[in-house]
């Protein structure tokens, strides 16, 4: 199997939306990934197999040295094949590339092996507030 990743690849809206659905196991919505990206993100990783959108990261950041890693998705004919682990090592190729000095994530508590183990990720102390329950 060849996946191409592209940094800031095109991408169609509807492709991400079915993409997102998959991966949060939620209906598709219509959300205007393209608009929200450009507007709000440092970059986004691509991955395709034959031409289908079979993965997509988002790298928001803060206008400075930090970058966060969101929404990474992987569509399930696709997972447990290094696709994930490929989507976040272009991230932090990018996210190096425009200076920035700290990548940080967030995760559920079963991705922990992913994200540490695979992607290179350190347990650090962080804190949250949920603003929604």
Known sequence: MTIVYAWRG???????????????????????????????????VTARRDGDLVGFVNVAWDGGVHAFVLDTLVSLATRRSGVGTGLVARAVEGARAAGCEWLHVDFDDHLRAFYFDACGFEPTDAGLIALRR
Not at 16 to 44: C, K, M, T, Y
Request: no cysteine; proline share 3%.
């Open 10 to 44: 095109d991408f169609d809206n509807a492709a991400v939306n079915a993409l997102h659905a998959e991966g949060f196991e939620h209906p598709v919505l219509d959300i205007d990934w393209a608009a929200q990206v450009h507007r709000h993100s440092l970059g986004w």
